[in-house]
């Protein structure tokens, strides 16, 4: 289990009197039952191996495999020296790893502390030997370039450059002006997209961006692909939110970069993550975990696709490196309290279903605390865990502060001020909501800046990540009689929110409302909802602010007070 209490072994104990109180968090899972059944375990030949899981590299990926494809054809992940395209993803766990085409792999980039949010391969940009640099985004807005990567090291570390966070997508699509250097997209929240030059300069990799255009925010996904017509330049091919996949071909002018688009098939939207294979071929998972590759025409439209994975091979991936979506990290998991108290930890699994329970206290001892589940507060990627006792509050080991108790509602839906740090939303009894912005390592909050008053009319208040398809975090509200509003965030921590949209009406009948973050991978977030009944629903975020029909996922989550 990979939950807010291991790998470092948090606990929550405020004092000695809160920790005998609420009872200590268990140090292994408990083997309690649960009404979630676990998911199907994947037989993949395994170059990677993960807890709980295999992964295997989707085969035909790399050197010029498809008919038609006579340009630039250099991979741009190539961590063995192959030739051939490799895979570096971050997992489930928030781990990066690299699974090679000659069956090889390992943990990669073991050195990072903080999340990697997006990876992008840029190729050998002029380094000691033919290996190729990888770029890493952090939650932060921190671009580092890493020199010379192997499959589990590389030769040298380089700050690109901060502030990154202003970009909700940042890819590759190879080399568009044909120098032999891969070269850098960045799309705004807005939907501006932006074009960095590969410099070849280790110190300095990229040149000062270059603004290609506004409306990109239309898209969901921009994979950017190599040649995929023989010209020699990097193309890209760009997913609508109704599953529209486009073309862009790259000119090699800089001032206009890509010809007008053009349509090459729908219904791309049964994946939630598709990414770079090489040689203008592209790679798409669906929400089994299945991954198929579609090889270029060399015309700019693709072949039918065909499986190159095991069946739920690829499940557990949150976030391919050159995957087209927004990446997500922060919250991928739900809470659940019993009426006697026990916590319990729900994990997502990309796969629009949630992991076995774990037990994560003692019996008994948290009924009388008022507990939350933010979105990371401490750039780790996963979710903590929040309380508020006799005014006091803390969050994983650390107390915040007292004076608390003035608040009804706790929520941490993730970063709103747009530093990339995650942050608290806390209303008064009187309706009046503030934000707090976090700190960025779970240790103290700045002051607190009012954000209105009537939020009394809410009787949940929820949030994990990005509803709207822009990137920036989002917040749902639902009133006393039902009806769910959503607030989409600006990024401004002066005026967080635009006004209220509403989603629909008829969720009163639900007597719990959660937000797991994203449960299928696709950068989108997803909801939960509990009938009095105990039945769990899933609604999976399929557009910009609309959630698909409702899914049954399991039964008898009745024994739960509290899902958060």
């Not at 270029?296 to 979506?325: D, E, I």
């Amino acid at each position: 289990m990979r939950s807010v209490f291991s790998g470092r072994a948090r606990r929550v104990s405020a004092c000695t009197a809160l920790a005998l109180a609420a009872g200590m968090l268990l140090a292994t899972p408990a083997s309690a039952g649960t009404p979630v059944p676990a998911p199907p375990v994947a037989q993949p030949t395994a170059s990677v191996e993960l807890p709980g899981r295999s992964y295997t590299v989707p085969q035909g990926t790399g050197r010029a495999s498809a008919a038609g494809a006579t340009g630039d054809t250099r991979p741009l992940a190539d961590l063995n020296s192959d030739g051939w395209e490799d895979v570096i993803f971050r997992a489930m766990d928030g781990k990066l790893y690299s699974s090679l085409s000659d069956g090889g792999g390992a943990e990669f980039l073991t050195s990072r502390t903080e999340v990697a949010k997006d990876v992008i391969p840029i190729g050998n940009q002029g380094g000691n030997n033919s290996r190729p640099e990888v770029l890493v985004l952090s939650g932060t807005g921190t671009l580092t370039m890493y020199q010379d990567a192997h499959r589990d090291s590389y030769d040298g570390e380089w700050r690109v450059g901060t502030g990154w966070q202003i970009y909700n997508k940042v890819f590759s699509p190879g080399d568009l002006n044909g120098d032999g250097r891969a070269d850098v997209l960045a799309r705004t929240h807005a939907g501006e997209l932006y074009v960095y030059l590969g410099t070849g300069h280790m110190t300095g990799p990229l040149s000062t961006r270059k603004r290609i255009g506004g409306g990109w925010g239309v898209y969901d996904q921009l994979v950017g692909v190599g040649d995929a017509n023989g010209d020699g330049k990097g193309d890209l091919y760009a997913r609508d939110t109704t599953g529209r996949l486009w073309f862009y071909a790259a000119t090699g002018n800089l001032s206009r970069p890509f010809a007008g688009r053009r349509a090459i098939g729908q219904g791309w939207n049964t994946y939630n993550q598709i990414a770079w294979a090489g040689s203008g071929a592209v790679v798409a998972r669906d929400n089994t975990g299945t991954v198929y590759l579609y090889d270029p025409r060399g015309n700019g439209t693709l072949s039918p696709r065909r499986k190159a994975s095991a069946t739920g091979g690829w499940a557990g991936v949150a976030q391919f490196a050159n995957s087209g979506s927004i990446p997500h990290t922060g919250k991928a998991a739900v809470m659940a309290r019993t009426h006697a108290g026990n916590l319990y930890w729900y994990g997502a699994t990309t796969r629009g279903v949630l992991t076995a329970r774990d037990q994560l206290s003692e019996d008994g001892g948290w009924s009388d605390v008022t507990v939350f589940h933010p979105s990371s507060l401490d750039g780790d990627g996963h979710s903590d865990f929040g309380w508020a006792y006799e005014g006091r509050l803390g969050v994983n080991g650390n107390t915040i502060g007292s004076g608390w108790g003035v608040y009804n509602a706790l929520v941490g839906p993730g970063d709103l001020s747009g530093d990339g740090k995650g942050d608290l939303l806390a209303r008064d009894r009187s309706g009046v909501l503030y934000l707090y912005e976090g700190n960025g390592h779970a240790t103290a909050f700045a002051s607190r800046v009012r954000v209105g008053d009537g939020w009394s009319t809410y009787n949940k208040l929820v949030g994990a990540g990005d509803y709207t398809g822009d990137g920036r975090t989002d917040l749902l509200a639902r009133t006393t009689s039902g009806d769910l509003y959503l607030y989409a965030g600006t990024g401004s921590a002066s005026a967080p929110f635009k006004g209220r949209v509403k989603i629909g009406g008829g969720w009163g009948a639900y007597q719990q409302i959660a937000a797991p973050g994203d449960l299928n991978a696709d950068g989108k977030a997803d909801l939960l909802a509990v009938t009095s009944g105990g039945t769990l629903y899933r609604y999976m975020n399929t557009a910009p602010g609309r959630f698909s029909p409702r899914t049954q996922l399991a039964t008898g989550f009745g024994i739960y007070n509290t899902l958060f």
